[in-house]
């Protein structure tokens, strides 16, 4: 009788954890880069419809569909609501329909590079307020000196503009601290889910004002609503998806870099050339941005925009990433 013995098979070998890198990386990558340009896009979309709709009609119906695409997408159960939730919920609207409307106000007015730009203070203000590193302390006063930079004294120089971007940012910050509690209280979602359709309505009155006192047209409808689906279906699937295949460190180094996105579009897209020393103050907020993001958090957690109605944890702003 013949004795079969088998085998052992082969074990593939494994790959060195240090030089292993996760799959789809590239995919992630193109993900990400699709977000940002979307966010971008949506906002210098935005701009074109500001001639006749004004920055508060645009908001208006911006809200509204990034409304109808969270509402739809995420079905928040408002029933089920407890007023301590019901607090937090109108707090994050109040955010929200702070921070667009400041942001695209100081898009009007000082280009959609620089409003961005400082707009990105509110989340690194936050990040660097709860550490103290070295590092970051150097990244803060890096920030600081780019801030001074975009200020500086020119015959162009709005200051109402740079007021309008910095309370973005700081109802960005705000937005991070009051969702960091909701999250606490709500699953998943249902917190920015439900602030956006609430700040949908707030923006109700004010739509109707916009669309009676101005000679509204079907293309600027048509921008107002694209910069909807732009800045909040489009980067919120994008996130989403990229997150599946980046690290959630490397996430937050990349997405850091919106700003030059910003200021890329506007120069594309709007026609807003920005001088050398502009484009240098930019670069030093991206670089402290992505020295702050790339640190470890605890959990594991990115300290971003997390749950933006124009950017849930982020997976997906934005606020412009945001509802």
């Given at each position: 009788?013949?004795?079969?013995?088998?085998?052992p098979?082969?074990?593939?070998?494994?790959?060195?954890?240090?030089?292993?890198?996760?799959?789809?990386?590239?995919?992630?990558?193109?993900?990400?880069?699709?977000?940002?340009?979307?966010?971008?896009?949506?906002?210098?979309?935005?701009?074109?419809?500001?001639?006749?709709?004004?920055?508060?009609?645009?908001?208006?119906?911006?809200?509204?569909?990034?409304?109808?695409?969270?509402?739809?997408?995420?079905?928040p159960?408002?029933?089920?609501?407890t007023?301590?939730?019901?607090?937090?919920?109108?707090a994050?609207?109040?955010?929200?329909?702070?921070?667009?409307?400041?942001?695209?106000?100081?898009?009007?007015?000082?280009?959609?590079g620089?409003?961005?730009?400082?707009?990105?203070?509110?989340?690194?203000s936050?990040?660097?307020?709860?550490?103290?590193?070295?590092?970051?302390?150097g990244?803060?006063?890096v920030?600081?000196a780019?801030?001074?930079?975009?200020?500086?004294?020119?015959?162009?120089t709005?200051?109402?503009?740079?007021?309008?971007?910095?309370?973005a940012?700081a109802?960005?910050?705000?937005?991070?601290?009051?969702?960091?509690?909701?999250?606490?209280r709500?699953?998943?979602?249902?917190?920015?889910?439900?602030?956006?359709?609430?700040?949908?309505l707030?923006?109700?009155p004010?739509?109707?004002?916009?669309?009676?006192?101005?000679?509204?047209?079907?293309?600027?409808?048509?921008?107002?609503?694209?910069?909807?689906?732009l800045?909040?279906?489009?980067?919120?699937?994008a996130?989403?998806?990229a997150?599946?295949?980046?690290?959630?460190?490397?996430?937050?180094v990349?997405?850091?870099?919106?700003?030059?996105?910003?200021?890329?579009?506007?120069?594309?897209?709007?026609?807003?050339?920005?001088?050398?020393?502009?484009?240098?103050?930019?670069?030093?907020?991206?670089?402290?941005?992505?020295?702050?993001?790339?640190?470890?958090?605890?959990?594991?957690?990115?300290?971003?925009?997390?749950?933006?109605?124009?950017r849930?944890?982020?997976?997906?702003?934005?606020?412009?990433?945001?509802?």
């Amino acid at each position: 009788m013949t004795t079969v013995t088998s085998q052992p098979r082969p074990v593939p070998a494994t790959a060195d954890p240090a030089t292993a890198r996760p799959p789809g990386r590239l995919a992630g990558v193109v993900l990400m880069t699709g977000s940002a340009a979307s966010t971008q896009l949506g906002a210098a979309t935005a701009a074109l419809a500001f001639p006749v709709l004004g920055p508060a009609g645009v908001v208006a119906i911006r809200q509204w569909v990034a409304a109808a695409v969270l509402g739809t997408a995420i079905r928040p159960r408002f029933a089920s609501f407890t007023w301590p939730q019901w607090r937090l919920v109108l707090a994050l609207a109040v955010v929200f329909a702070t921070m667009n409307l400041s942001l695209y106000a100081a898009i009007d007015t000082i280009g959609l590079g620089l409003a961005v730009t400082l707009e990105f203070l509110g989340p690194l203000s936050v990040a660097l307020a709860a550490s103290r590193r070295g590092t970051d302390l150097g990244s803060a006063l890096v920030a600081a000196a780019a801030v001074v930079v975009l200020a500086r004294p020119r015959p162009a120089t709005s200051y109402a503009g740079i007021a309008l971007a910095l309370l973005a940012a700081a109802c960005w910050a705000g937005y991070i601290l009051v969702n960091r509690a909701a999250g606490a209280r709500l699953p998943g979602s249902q917190a920015p889910a439900a602030a956006a359709c609430l700040s949908a309505l707030l923006y109700v009155p004010v739509g109707i004002w916009a669309l009676a006192s101005h000679p509204v047209t079907a293309t600027a409808l048509g921008r107002a609503a694209t910069a909807g689906v732009l800045c909040s279906a489009v980067p919120m699937t994008a996130d989403l998806l990229a997150l599946r295949r980046v690290p959630a460190r490397f996430f937050g180094v990349f997405m850091s870099a919106n700003p030059v996105f910003a200021a890329l579009t506007g120069l594309v897209v709007l026609g807003q050339s920005l001088p050398t020393a502009d484009w240098l103050a930019i670069a030093a907020i991206v670089a402290a941005n992505a020295v702050s993001a790339s640190r470890p958090q605890p959990g594991g957690r990115y300290r971003g925009r997390s749950s933006v109605p124009h950017r849930s944890a982020r997976p997906w702003p934005r606020p412009g990433r945001r509802g």
